[in-house]
Each structure stands twice: as C-alpha cells, then as structure tokens.
T-cell receptor
Framework: DAGITQSPRHKVTETGTPVTLRCHQT?????MYWYRQDPGHGLRLIHY???????DKGEVSDGYSVSRSKTEDFLLTLESATSSQTSVYFC?????????????FGPGTRLTVT | DAKTTQPNSMESNEEEPVHLPCNHS???????IHWYRQLPSQGPEYVIH???SNVNNRMASLAIAEDRKSSTLILHRATLRDAAVYYC???????????FGKGTRLSVIA
C-alpha cells in the first residue's frame, strides 16, 4: 500500500467553525489531491498540488483552501464549515503528471458538520 | 462532467469472467483510459490504464477498441472481493486532473 495517511479519520464539528484535514505521504510524490465523495455525486476534485507551494483549484473548490509547505503534507481547510460540507474526504497522490500515472488514495476522513 | 459512459450496475457470478464496458466517444488521440475501483468503505484503488494497445496486469485486462471510442475492463475470474464500484476515466491530454464519474457498481453472486 502507498504510504498515505489522513487525519483525523472521523470528525464532528459545528457550523461556522474552521476545520483542517491533513494528508501525509511517505512516497515523496510530487502530486497530491483532495477529493470529496457524496452519495449521487461520486468523487469530485476540490484542490490539487503539483509541488511545494504550488496548488490549483478543482471543480468544487468554493469554501475550501489548501496549503503545501513541504512535500509530504497537504492540508485542506474549511474556513467556516457548513452542513453542505458534510462528506467523506479522500486524499490522493501520484508520482508523474496529473494524468500520466496512477493515483493512490488514502483511507478517507468522514466529516460531519452539525 | 466525465466524458465516459458506463452502466450504473452489473451483476456477475463468482468465478466467472466479467466484462465491464465503457464508452468514450469523444476521446482524443492522446487521452489515456484509466480504470479505478472502490471497495465498500475504502478509498479508490488503481486498476489499470492504457492508451491504444490492450493491457494486462495482475488485477485485470483492458481491451481498447480499435477506434478507441470504447473499452472493456475484464476481470478474468470474479471473486466476492471484486464487488465494488468501477470507474472508467478518460484523461485530458491538457494535463488536468482525472475526473471521476459515478462508475459501475459490480455485484458478485456466490
């Protein structure tokens, strides 16, 4: 298994509070991704990173920000959590370009916003 | 939106081959075809990918039509552990991230 961990694995928070999810890899892969998965929508890309301090938006980036200060960590922040952000969040990594190599996914973080 | 079309669900008997179809009629000449699967309560898992030629690995085979407008993921002998959602994705040659659709939910019957 690719060395990807996500923390926390489960979190319950209240509307309006900030939340940060962490993705950590031990593979030294350049590319990292954050997805969310909701019933009826499949996996949707939130943000991705193609290097330290290099990030870009995905298809559902509103309400989320990311940071990558070192290769191994990619943080996803919900500045002010809303109930619509209740979801399962997956981190992924890939070695080569965005579409040129396989992605490896973490175990997911289940976030509930009450 | 994903540029592929897959059946919502399929069913297979255990120990029989499974052919999961995917249509990607708007694929361009440099787009790869990727397959991932997601087992219950887990993150997606890479299965296979290819460009033009058929591909084989320890998990599955990928058969790509000559015109590349469709492909088929072949599981040679389905097991109960293969029950999952299978995603077919055609990548954008402009080097943008993969876009996952809703996939095909495969049920395997003992």
């Amino acid at each position: 298994d690719a060395g990807i961990t996500q923390s926390p694995r489960h979190k319950v928070t209240e509307t309006g509070t900030p939340v940060t999810l962490r993705c950590h890899q031990t593979e030294n892969h350049r590319y990292m991704y954050w997805y969310r998965q909701d019933p009826g929508h499949g996996l949707r890309l939130i943000h991705y990173s193609y290097g330290v301090k290099d990030t870009d938006k995905g298809e559902v980036s509103d309400g989320y920000s990311v940071s990558r200060s070192k290769t191994e960590d990619f943080l996803l922040t919900l500045e002010s959590a809303t109930s619509s952000q209740t979801s399962v969040y997956f981190c992924a990594i890939s070695f080569e370009g965005l579409t040129g190599s396989e992605q490896y996914f973490g175990p997911g973080t289940r976030l509930t916003v009450t | 939106d994903a540029k592929t079309t897959q059946p919502n669900s399929m069913e297979s008997n255990e120990e029989e081959p499974v052919h999961l179809p995917c249509n990607h009629s708007t694929i361009s000449g440099t787009d790869y075809i990727h397959w991932y699967r997601q087992l219950p309560s887990q993150g997606p898992e890479y299965v296979i990918h290819g460009l033009t030629s058929n591909v084989n690995n320890r998990m599955a085979s990928l058969a790509i039509a000559e015109d590349r407008k469709s492909s088929t993921l072949i599981l040679h002998r389905a097991t109960l552990r293969d029950a999952a959602v299978y995603y077919c994705i055609s990548s954008n040659s402009g080097n943008t991230p993969l876009v996952f659709g809703k996939g095909t939910r495969l049920s395997v019957i003992a």
